[in-house]
T-cell receptor, first 113, second 112 residues
Framework: KAGVTQTPRYLIKTRGQQVTLSCSPI?????VSWYQQTPGQGLQFLFE???????NKGNFPGRFSGRQFSNSRSEMNVSTLELGDSALYLC????????????FGPGTRLLVL | QQQVKQSPQSLIVQKGGISIINCAYE??????FPWYQQFPGKGPALLIA?????SEKKEGRFTISFNKSAKQFSLHIMDSQPGDSATYFC???????????FGAGTRLTVKP
């Protein structure tokens, strides 16, 4: 089985721009979770999608949003980028939910200048 | 609200030595405890996991020890190798609550 894939792998944006990241889960997995990883804050949970619905949400501003498609692929969008949004954005999938063992993708490294 | 505390933040071990990373949790609803290994530029990868009905689980050089009463669990890496140099994250999962929390991570360096 192919693993979780994320595109793009690297991205450079400037302040004020918006960005969309994509995640394809492992085949058969219906839950997709997104995390932000920074050296100072570690892994922080953004949100989880299951069957095209946001089921859980972390403590991030409304600039961070996401969606899930009928094939379980998910996208994450960040609007009005700030310097502090520079991070590794990780997507993880599991069969039924964030409360199971999750399998992570390689991440998208976002740099905001 | 961090519910899983991980220590140490960084660890340096000589090749062949034992690496020990500790985690403590607060919420007794957690019922599954995986460890993840992350190399630079990669996403975390599941390494080993344990359920609270056992006190120890061993897979090759990696062992999880679990103390339910103390709400603590630890990862032991025996005969540590330079290739084990990575960041290790513990996690705690509550299936019924669909909740997963990560520790802050431990950067392990194994010196040759």
């Amino acid at each position: 089985k192919a693993g979780v894939t994320q595109t793009p792998r690297y991205l450079i944006k400037t302040r004020g721009q918006q960005v969309t990241l994509s995640c394809s889960p492992i085949s058969g997995h219906r839950s997709v979770s997104w995390y932000q990883q920074t050296p100072g804050q570690g892994l922080q949970f953004l949100f989880e999608y299951f069957s095209e619905t946001q089921r859980n949400k972390g403590n991030f501003p409304g600039r961070f949003s996401g969606r899930q498609f009928s094939n379980s692929r998910s996208e994450m969008n960040v609007s009005t980028l700030e310097l502090g949004d520079s991070a590794l954005y990780l997507c993880a999938s599991s069969l039924e939910g964030a409360g199971e063992t999750q399998y992570f993708g390689p991440g998208t490294r976002l740099l905001v200048l | 609200q961090q519910q899983v505390k991980q220590s140490p933040q960084s660890l340096i071990v000589q090749k062949g030595g034992i690496s020990i990373i500790n985690c403590a949790y607060e919420n007794t609803a957690f019922d599954y405890f995986p460890w993840y290994q992350q190399f630079p530029g990669k996403g975390p990868a599941l390494l080993i996991a344990i359920r609270p009905d056992v006190s120890e689980k061993k897979e090759g050089r990696f062992t999880i020890s679990f103390n339910k009463s103390a709400k603590q669990f630890s990862l032991h890496i025996m005969d540590s190798q330079p290739g084990d140099s990575a960041t290790y994250f513990c996690a705690a999962i509550a299936y019924n609550n669909n909740d997963m929390r990560f520790g802050a991570g431990t950067r392990l360096t194994v010196k040759p």
